[in-house]
């Protein structure tokens, strides 16, 4: 045994941090993690103990398979046949390991410990396939690779349902990298995870891993490394930050053309788990029923010229002719998605070769099917999916391969454009029963985004290339022109609900006389909400709801009736008793004193002490007393204090300047961003005042810095909107009066600026 007071031997080198390109780029690749492998190997053979019967150290995961990336971690397993001092043996073998600051994920079995384990746990028994003898004893090496082998051939099919229900898991909590912005390279669905349980199967016997899935793996390993190489540590998450240094690594001239490679080499991962699972399901299907072999199978109608046969959608055989119906392929789409079973791969590749191309316009029950492939709700994610694997969805619509794989680059977006757009219509579903025409928002929400991608505002480029397709379906000229209204308006709703005072009269009657009527309102609102869900977790919030729920309840009263909304009564609780006056209820906070500059500002900047984020706020000065009204949103989930906020803000509203001076310096202290702020003025959108609209980085205090700038250039604010869209806002600041004086306004901006 080696000697355990002498000094371990050196780790194998990680690439230098700060290296030039050429030089970084010298560890990507095949060879580069071969190298690696060989390292690692090397220098562990060196640290196990020499001369040592019946114990020997194999390597799983990424050693085993001898694709480990820059920064991995090491996954050993010290297998021993009972020999005594094994925990001594193994600490004197991890200890050295943690030392050189590797990740280690390790384990001491006895062979038979090792079999009873990978014969019940699924995770085990695919992480000894990729067993590899390291050092030791090369025979009881090759025994435990020799035994886990043909267990898995023997249990494999047993613990395909455990494996199934362990990769949703995973898929549910990664999402799927084709269509992520910011996807896990390995966890995710269609990442390298998932080729490692396609070798398994494949190990099994039950599927072949094809050439096209080997390359795309190379491809998600070499960005892995390129990843690790840029970050200079072990992750696997491609985030927007990152996209570039990675490009670059990778001889990609554009981090954009990056994803969509990403994207395309996950999709041809996930399609084959699709067709591994399908695999499993009919050989264990088959084991179930016990029929003797060449039994035919039953066959199911399930819609015209669509049957149902062991699980999978296939053909009619009336269907099959020398011309086939052109509308055939949406129509066996919209029935995989209803009933929410797989389209057979022979009968995609037969649509995909003999499906003639659609008429213009379509036939009405092309259009009917597409609409029903919309609706479908579950079904329609993975129909879609399948239907883009096979190339039939471009045959459908050639704009789609301009936008499929396209990344959106504000930060707020989870998914690629092909993906948002589809996810959009999935959950338009929602709401089709609050509009007089369903058909149209299911086809507004699929075509609401796809001017992105092109010069120019995607809402205004995209207007006219939703109406083109939509004459395209065949819809009639009015309904194409409600479908270009839904696009060029869809972003209408939102940006007023969130940023704009929806008491002003002038802010309503604008909303309806773009909006036109009820039914087209009713079909935005929906339209809004899908979209919002639909563009991740940060675009949507019930305050956003309430906010949008408002401004449609006002525009209906005034297409209606012609009914504009009247000034707020103030709060008769807040007119009354001894100043100052401090409400809190729920989400809304309202302080009442004796009218002073700066007021809002404190008051702005408390809340940011008790780490509540401000959506709206509105003044009124009655007699002498000022109210202001927030609500907000605590930042990080948690409810506020009610006895210290309402502490410190009737310290505030009595001008306690100890308080004052302790909120300004923990706000002031907060100034964070590097975007350039920009500041526009709107000056016909309000009745009684002008908009100053400040687009910035967003940062704590910084609703205080802006309204104390504002304060002191003697700016009166009336009302504020604040939206925040991720790391960004846009601030909406009602400035009382006519602000006709460019002189004025530019000292005005130029103090907003300088508090940013």
Aim: glycine share 8%.
């Amino acid at each position: 045994m080696t000697n355990p007071l002498s000094e371990p031997p050196a780790p194998p080198a990680r690439p230098a941090a700060g290296g030039s390109l050429d030089e970084l780029k010298d560890h990507i690749g095949a060879a580069a993690r071969d190298e690696r492998a060989a390292a690692l190997d090397a220098w562990l053979r060196r640290l196990f103990p020499s001369h040592l019967p019946g114990v020997s150290l194999i390597a799983v995961g990424g050693l085993g398979r001898r694709d480990c990336a820059p920064y991995s971690d090491l996954d050993l397993v010290l297998v021993h046949n009972g020999t005594a001092g094994i925990d001594r043996i193994a600490s004197a073998l991890w200890y050295p390991i943690w030392d050189a600051r590797l990740g280690l994920d390790h384990s001491v079995r006895t062979l038979p410990e090792a079999l009873s384990v990978a014969h019940d746990d699924v995770k085990v028994a695919l992480g000894l396939l990729d067993a590899r003898h390291v050092a030791g004893d090369a025979t009881l090496s090759a025994e435990l690779i020799a035994a886990t082998s043909d267990l898995w051939r023997r249990t494999a099919v047993r613990l395909m349902p455990q494996l199934r229900e362990l990769t949703a898991a995973r898929w549910t909590r990664h999402g799927e990298l084709a269509f992520l912005l910011e996807g896990d390279l390995k966890e995710a669905s269609g990442g390298l995870r998932d080729v490692t349980l396609l070798r398994g199967v494949g190990r099994a016997g039950i599927a072949d891993m094809r050439p096209a899935v080997r390359a795309a793996y190379l491809r998600l390993l070499d960005t892995r490394d390129a990843l690790h190489l840029a970050v200079g540590r072990r992750v696997d998450r491609l985030v927007a930050q990152e996209r570039k240094a990675v490009a670059d690594l990778l001889d990609i001239d554009d981090p954009d053309n990056l994803l969509r490679r990403v994207s395309g080499d996950a999709r041809t991962v996930a399609h084959a788990v699709d067709d591994a699972w399908r695999a499993i399901d009919r050989l264990r299907g088959g084991r179930r029923r016990g029929g003797p072999p060449g039994l035919p199978s039953s066959r199911r109608p399930v819609a015209r010229d669509v049957v149902e046969q062991d699980g999978e959608l296939v053909l009619a055989r009336t269907a099959i002719g020398p011309v086939p119906d052109p509308s055939l392929s949406l129509r066996v789409a919209a029935a995989a998605a209803v009933v929410q079973l797989p389209i057979a791969r022979a009968t995609s590749e037969w649509l995909a070769a003999f499906c003639p191309p659609l008429p213009t316009p379509w036939p009405p029950a092309a259009r009917a099917a597409l609409v029903s492939l919309l609706g479908s709700g579950p079904g329609l994610l993975p129909a879609w999916e399948t239907c883009d694997r096979y190339g039939l969805i471009d045959a459908w619509l050639p704009e789609w391969a301009r936008m499929r794989g396209l990344p959106q680059h504000h930060p707020i977006h989870r998914y690629t454009l092909d993906r948002h757009l589809v996810q959009t219509a999935y959950e338009a579903t929602t709401h089709t029963r609050e509009v007089d025409r369903p058909d149209l928002l299911l086809i507004g929400a699929f075509l609401h985004d796809v001017g992105k991608g092109l010069p120019g505002d995607h809402s205004i480029v995209g207007a006219p290339i939703a109406a083109d397709i939509a004459t395209r379906l065949g819809l009639p000229p009015a309904d194409v022109a409600t479908i270009e209204k839904m696009v060029r308006l869809h972003l209408l709703l939102p940006d007023v609900a969130a940023r704009r005072d929806l008491s002003d009269p002038k802010t309503i009657s604008a909303v309806a006389e773009a909006v036109g009527d009820p039914a087209t309102l009713d079909l935005l609102h929906a339209l809004a909400r899908a979209d919002s869900r639909a563009t991740g977790p940060a675009a949507w919030s019930d305050w956003k709801g309430r906010l949008l729920a408002e401004l449609v309840a006002k525009v209906h009263t005034a297409l209606d009736t012609g009914a504009l909304p009247q000034p707020p009564e103030p709060d008769p609780e807040l007119l009354d008793g001894d100043l100052p006056v401090v409400h809190l209820d729920g989400d809304r906070v309202a302080v009442a004193a004796a009218d002073r500059r700066g007021l809002l500002a404190g008051v702005a900047a408390c809340l940011a002490m008790h780490r509540l984020d401000v959506v709206a706020a509105n003044t009124i000065t009655v007699d002498g007393r000022a109210i202001v009204e927030f609500y907000t949103s605590p930042r990080y989930g948690s409810p506020y204090d009610p006895v210290a906020l309402t502490a410190d803000l009737r310290r505030v509203g009595a001008g306690d300047v100890s308080v004052t001076q302790r909120v300004r310096a923990r706000a002031m202290s907060a100034r964070g961003g590097t975007a350039s702020p920009r500041v526009v003025w709107q000056r016909d959108v309000a009745t009684d005042a002008v908009v100053l609209e400040l687009r910035a980085a967003d940062s704590p205090g910084l609703l205080y810095r802006v309204t104390h700038a504002l304060d002191e250039a003697g700016a009166e604010i009336r009302a504020a909107r604040i939206s925040t869209l991720g790391s960004d806002v846009v601030d909406a600041f009602y400035l009382v009066g006519a602000w006709s004086s460019a002189e004025e306004r530019d000292r005005v901006q130029a103090a907003v600026l300088a508090a940013v």
